[in-house]
């Protein structure tokens, strides 16, 4: 620092000077500057940073808020020579931004906030793209993305053609990982680690994963493997004390793994601290195995890590463990991240640090489970703008009549993957505490789990999003299907799902399930159908069942009394109106475009069948050969990937003979690609199974290809 005149003291640890306070930022920095070198004006320059810290509060006024360090910062590279202080700054307008962006879009914002430090940190020590930093989940990863080159993009956030909820490779090269479900990171980032040492490269690779995620098995699966293959690899438990998933109860967040072991950080991460780990133990393995184990013992219990048994899960997978570390404390977490990335000894390291979720935003604070996902929002009050429906979700609807059951049924059960929000079984649990079970992120567990408790007679039923179920297929199969025990799967998220994508897409449960044989799939046209399955599910005690619903709202049918279901007949479906020449067989909630799509026609004077099949498995084989037998062209319809329903129904027709005569079949399903995120009528017309894509399906078939090109 150049001075003219008398010498004068700064204080080094500041390394700008904002004299102009922002009305959205509340951090006015000062420069400490005296005539002296006395000891009191450090301490007088360390209370003003302390008070600086302090101070650094957000005003979220609803306003695009003053970001001037973060408007210089677009991609990694230009925050490596920033100062710890201003690091702090960015980290401050990182989190004004988020909750700025999110406000106006919708998303995942608690989980997003919990992170800012971590992101910064780890954006500040690595080098992206070449060091690869997984995110476990994804959803937690708007940080990371307004930092990473795409922060004027984040206005599109989950939209259609803009940018995707998740992390995503095709998105960014910084970006090394897509995600979307729970626990892969460790395992995705084994791999990568061993490739890069196969290929000679000295990049690193970090996974990410919170404490929820630390729930599934994959994830210990994946640290035993690093353990054994001694890869170096940086894991970052982020635990932040719920899983980061809607609450499972009405009452608060769960609580999954809770704390972990709690020790200094510092010291854990100091290289002289490793190299003299590893040099006492490698020679008292030399010396015997008595003083090996005690030296362990000793370095163990340093690092407050020893437990009733003498040894920690870290340690015994083979992983060197770190923490926990204050997640929200950028110089502590840049101390840690400089000092792990210079170690000279290979290995799987674990660094465990404490975040909140939330972490800046008082209504996130006061409510994280309230707030993981949101819709648009006021920023002031945190108050979210939710539409008015004159109808329930169809996840509430299936609560609702789940209830009803165990009402009149003791040995009703509910078992949920840590997704009581999302499944509704937090209402579940309210009534009934001691017969609904939260086995964490986990679906091999809980399927397995649930098929233990039909063994004893209990009526389980297994609620899972249908993509989620996708983790849990062996247990499906092996543990339920084969022995034809009577588990009941509720599978929510059912077809295309809007701004969540490709990853939640429930496209593939009616093929994976209805392969089956013994398996009864169901899936219900309306929210009163959604009761009576749940009806005819709790009644079949003979072998397993599941019903698929869709994400999204009722359509206003007429439930049935005290919403309480009436069962159906097995395999049997119904016609809901009659017509000629044409019948549209329809499965699941996309009977509503088939009657939609009946309506246009009529406008043309084309009157058609149209029929509700209930059933996939097994089929109403004498609907189907009524509506053969009845009209020139069949066409089936679901919202579901090749080798769903209308194969099941092609195949039984090809089988009966029915293929061999002038009928024309058609079937309409999801196309054979993965559908982006976006608004739910923008993927259904993607998907070519809008009511207009149905009538005009009609119109080709009948021989009219003009009128079917203008509804097209």
């Known amino acids: 620092m150049a001075v003219f005149g008398p010498v004068l003291r700064t204080c080094s640890s500041v390394t700008t000077c904002l004299t102009a306070q922002t009305p959205k930022l509340s951090c006015k920095r000062q420069l400490c500057i005296r005539a002296s070198a006395a000891s009191s004006d450090r301490e007088e320059c360390r209370m003003i940073l302390r008070q600086e810290t302090e101070r650094r509060t957000i005003d979220y006024s609803g306003e695009k808020p003053a970001t001037p360090l973060l408007d210089t910062v677009n991609y990694p590279v230009e925050m490596k020579n920033l100062s710890t202080e201003d690091l702090e700054q960015l980290a401050a307008e990182l989190r004004a931004e988020i909750v700025y962006q999110v406000s106006q879009t919708g998303g995942h914002l608690s989980s997003s906030l919990g992170v800012v430090e971590l992101t910064v940190a780890l954006h500040h020590v690595f080098n992206t793209p070449d060091d690869k930093i997984i995110w476990d989940v994804g959803h937690q990863a708007y940080p990371h993305k307004i930092l990473t080159g795409r922060r004027s993009r984040m206005h599109t956030m989950r939209k259609t053609s803009g940018l995707a909820g998740f992390p995503k490779r095709d998105e960014s090269i910084h970006d090394a990982f897509g995600a979307g479900h729970s626990s892969t990171s460790i395992s995705a980032g084994l791999g990568m680690a061993v490739a890069r040492d196969l290929l000679g490269k000295t990049n690193n690779v970090i996974s990410v994963i919170g404490d929820g995620a630390m729930t599934a098995g994959q994830a210990y699966e994946a640290m035993n493997n690093a353990g054994y293959l001694d890869a170096n690899l940086i894991v970052v438990l982020n635990d932040n004390k719920q899983v980061s998933l809607p609450t499972a109860t009405l009452d608060g967040p769960t609580t999954p793994v809770g704390a972990l072991s709690s020790t200094l ?28 184990e005690v030296a362990a013992k000793v370095d163990e219990y340093a690092r407050g890590l020893i437990s009733a048994s003498g040894s920690t899960l870290f340690e015994e997978l083979g992983l060197y463990y770190i923490g926990p570390v204050d997640g929200h404390n950028v110089e502590d977490l840049i101390t840690i991240f400089q000092k792990v990335k210079a170690l000279p000894a290979p290995g799987p390291v674990l660094i465990h640090i404490v975040t909140e979720k939330g972490k800046g935003y008082p209504p996130a604070e006061a409510a994280p489970d309230k707030m993981h996902g949101v819709v648009k929002f006021d920023p002031k009050s945190g108050k979210q703008f939710k539409t008015k429906s004159p109808t329930l979700s169809y996840t509430q609807y299936f609560a609702e009549s789940l209830i009803k059951e165990a009402e009149v049924d003791d040995k009703v059960v509910a078992i949920h993957a840590a997704m009581g929000g999302g499944t509704g079984l937090n209402f579940f649990q309210k009534k009934f505490p001691d017969r609904c079970f939260d086995v964490g992120i986990a679906e091999q567990h809980a399927v397995t789990f649930a098929a233990g408790l039909a063994t004893e007679g209990l009526k389980p039923f297994c609620a899972i999003y249908s993509s989620f179920l996708q983790r849990g297929y062996d247990q499906v199969v092996h543990d339920v299907d084969l022995q034809k025990l009577p588990v009941r799967f509720a599978l929510d998220r059912a077809g295309l799902v809007g701004a969540d994508g490709p990853t939640h897409c429930g496209a593939f449960d009616i093929t994976y399930m209805a392969c089956l044989p013994n398996m009864v799939v169901m899936a219900p046209s309306d929210e009163a159908e959604l009761m009576h399955m749940v009806a005819t599910a709790a009644a079949i005690d003979d072998r397993p069942s599941c019903f698929r619903f869709p994400r999204g709202n009722g359509v206003g049918a007429v439930l049935p009394p005290n919403n309480k279901g009436i069962p159906l007949e097995i395999g049997k479906g119904r016609i809901l109106m009659e017509g000629n020449r044409v019948a549209i067989l329809g499965f699941g909630a996309m009977v509503q475009q088939c009657v939609d799509a009946a309506s246009l026609l009529k406008m043309r004077n084309i009157n058609v069948t149209v029929a509700d099949a209930r059933f996939c ?33 092609s195949h039984f027709l090809s089988l009966a003979g029915l293929l061999d005569g002038p009928l024309k079949l058609r079937a309409m399903v999801l196309p054979d690609r993965y559908i982006d995120h976006g608004s739910p009528q923008d993927q259904i017309e993607e998907a070519g199974l809008s009511s207009r894509h149905i009538a005009a399906t009609v119109l080709s078939l009948l021989g009219m290809p003009k009128e079917a090109f203008k509804f097209k």
């Open 265 to 292: 950080a510092k010291l854990q991460a100091s290289t002289q601290f490793r190299k003299l780990r590893e040099a006492a133990k490698t020679i008292t393995k030399q010396i015997g195995g008595q003083t090996h």
């Open 617 to 649: 498995k097994p089929l109403d084989t004498d609907l189907i050969r009524r509506l053969v037998n009845e009209h020139e062209i069949l066409i089936t319809v679901e919202e579901g990937s090749i080798g769903g329903f209308g194969s099941h129904v």
